[in-house]
């Protein structure tokens, strides 16, 4: 479990501080720059975009160099990435810092859960479910780290963005020692030359591809806008610091627990059940306005959206023999990332067209629902002959 503690410090760059941490930037970077909605989630969406690319060639990259030093790889530079985005105001820049940084955060993410996955040599589900849970939970730490740093910091004005991402790349470094020393400890775990599977197990797995990358593109339109719908709704800054902290908090303890309670769901129903959850904590903002709301929708969308890799990596395990789990992950977050591109260009664009942020943030509850739906579809794998 120490190990997969070390490893976790991979997420807590790759998502918790490279994408979710720019959900308490954007107001200011927006307010600042003069952006609209659209270019305000194009920078998701280039993070996105690169995510696809990186999933792509993840197994390549790991085949090539290995699969610990390619993750420490990628996570050095997205610790680059995250200072050299204080060092401009061009969108254009932005938008290509945020696409070199989607394909960095994908391998470390990736070739992070394959570390994770391979600690585990036993076939328990509910053993490996915890690692797997332990490692995701990394997250909810970048978030709170954000979370705590990043209001102090725009405390001095909206103008201080880029201190914010100077903070949040030395956080992300401080992380590298522990991740060096977990990714020694793992065997290098066994996986395909590409990222590609058999036709056969690309059909066995169809709803759960289909099902995670409408995971993908309805949460991270919550997370991309949620801090701007709440200022908008009134919530004052302390509220807003407050929100964050408990979402974070709620996902680092929410992540362990469903780790292990996912390992006794068989088919899509594991996946199925935290979409589900997850479409319900986007909704008390979206119908009232107050403070109750507001924690309620932290509690509940906090509280599971970060189960959504642990569920879908435990339905590979179980679908896939131990050789393809590596390209399976890598092709699932191809699916979930091109998601996460079009999930915040596309709630921008409906705020835009409506002056109305909230009528864009309806795109979250309503594609969390088909994916929950969808990946209901799956059917447990066929008994070995």
Not at 2 to 10: D, M, W
Not at 50 to 70: D, E, F, I, M, N
Not at 193 to 198: D, Q, S, V
Not at 303 to 313: C, K, N, R, V
Request: proline share 5%.
């Amino acid at each position: 479990m120490v190990t997969a503690f070390g490893l976790s410090a991979g997420t807590a760059v790759a998502l918790g501080l490279s994408r979710f941490a720019y959900g308490l930037l954007l107001p200011p970077m927006r307010a600042d720059l003069g952006w609209t909605y659209v270019e305000a989630g194009a920078l998701n969406t280039a993070n996105g975009a690169g995510y696809v690319v990186g999933a792509l060639v993840a197994t390549w990259t790991a085949r090539r160099w290995g699969t610990a030093r390619a993750f420490l790889a990628g996570f050095l530079a997205s610790v680059l990435v995250l200072l050299a985005t204080a060092a401009t105001t061009s969108l254009s820049l932005l938008v290509a810092l945020r696409t070199v940084g989607g394909i960095t955060t994908a391998l470390t993410f990736i070739l992070g859960a394959g570390l994770a996955v391979a600690i585990c040599p036993t076939q328990d589900p509910r053993r490996r479910g915890t690692l797997v849970g332990i490692y995701v939970a990394g997250v909810s730490i970048g978030i709170l780290l954000a979370g705590v740093a990043v209001p102090i910091i725009l405390e001095a004005g909206v103008h201080q963005w880029p201190v914010g991402w100077i903070v949040l790349g030395l956080m992300g470094a401080a992380g590298l020692p522990a991740a060096w020393w977990a990714a020694r400890r793992v065997t290098e775990p066994v996986g395909g030359g590409t990222a590609m599977l058999a036709w056969h197990e690309l059909r066995q797995l169809a709803p759960t591809f289909a099902g995670y990358g409408l995971f993908g593109a309805g949460y991270v339109g919550y997370m991309t806008f949620i801090i701007a719908l709440l200022q908008k709704q009134g919530s004052s800054s302390d509220q807003v610091t407050w929100f964050w902290c408990v979402l974070g908090l709620f996902a680092a303890v929410s992540t362990l627990l469903w780790g292990r309670a996912l390992g006794a769901f068989h088919g899509g129903r594991g996946p199925a059940l935290v979409f589900g959850v997850t479409m319900l904590g986007t909704l008390p903002v979206l119908v009232d306005s107050g403070p109750t709301a507001m924690f309620v929708s932290a509690i509940l969308f906090g509280g599971s959206f970060l189960a959504g890799p642990t569920a879908i990596t435990i339905v590979a395990q179980r679908q896939l023999p131990a050789s393809s789990w590596t390209a399976a992950i890598s092709l699932l977050t191809v699916s979930f990332a091109t998601g996460q591109a079009a999930g915040p260009v596309l709630a921008g664009a409906i705020s835009d067209a409506t002056d109305s942020i909230a009528a864009g943030f309806w795109v979250s509850p309503v594609l969390l629902g088909l994916a929950a739906c969808v990946n209901l579809l799956q059917r447990p794998p066929a008994p070995a002959r």
